[in-house]
């Protein structure tokens, strides 16, 4: 994939511009989005940005982040607080993420999703109601290891740092977690796997490359 320097702001609506104009997998009525990438990448902060440039086009979006479907913490931290291979493969609960949010979303699906589902702070269930979608409504699903989960993603797109961007950009107390994000480079290889590849290693200057619409 070839890239080329980009605007955060010029990258925001041309991918706005992208999930406007898609026909959802499979005549669904809700297009649903996928931007992976690593907590020091900000998907959140792109998820937040693509929202509103989808508003000013007339399409609404919900924004979905996957801390919100952590696991308890008595299954995080079975194998103890910083094993990076139990946060690879049982922080997050991609059954209720399929169950709450994206199956919802398919094809005959009412549209209605569970925004979040637990509080890791608090340790208990966040119990926030259920979100209506209208139809025509995009779905951003933000955070880290979306790829290779076979997730229905109408779009995805990754968020990649080089090894040494994401230990500078990653906490000294979240460390810890890099084995696992070169796990996953090793075996989902996200950024040939993902429609559409944003290098951010220097964040006032990404880059970034498509795959055809």
């Keep these: 994939m070839r890239l080329e320097p980009i605007t955060w702001d010029r ?5 706005a511009d992208r999930i406007a104009a898609l026909d959802p997998a499979d005549g669904g009525a809700w297009p649903r989005i996928g931007l992976d990438g ?31 479907f952590l696991r308890p ?17 049982g922080w997050f609960d991609t ?6 949010v994206l ?7 009412d549209g209605r999703i569970l ?3 637990w509080d890791p702070a608090a340790d208990r269930a966040t119990r926030s109601p259920y979100v209506q979608l209208p139809p025509g409504a995009v779905l951003l699903l933000h955070g880290p290891l979306l790829l ?19 230990r500078r950009r990653t906490p000294p107390e979240a460390r810890w977690t890099l084995p696992a994000f070169a796990r996953y ?8 796997a993902a429609d559409v590849l944003v290098r951010a290693d220097d964040p006032r200057r990404p880059a970034w490359g498509a795959g055809p619409a």
């Design 73 to 89: 913490a008595s299954l995080r931290f079975e194998y103890g607080h910083q094993d990076p291979d139990a946060y690879y493969d």
């Design 103 to 109: 199956g919802p979303l398919d094809p005959g699906g």
């Design 148 to 166: 290779g989960k076979w997730f229905p993603f109408d779009l995805t797109v990754h968020l990649a740092l080089a090894p040494g961007a994401l």
């Design 11 to 15: 990258l925001t609506d041309t991918l």
């Design 115 to 117: 925004p979040d589902l």
């Design 95 to 100: 059954g209720a993420l399929w169950r709450e």
């Design 185 to 192: 480079e090793d075996e989902v290889a996200p950024e040939s």
């Design 38 to 68: 690593a907590p020091a990448a900000g998907t959140g902060g792109l998820a937040r940005s693509l929202a509103e440039a989808l508003r000013v086009r007339g399409r609404s979006a919900q924004v979905v982040d996957t801390e919100g």
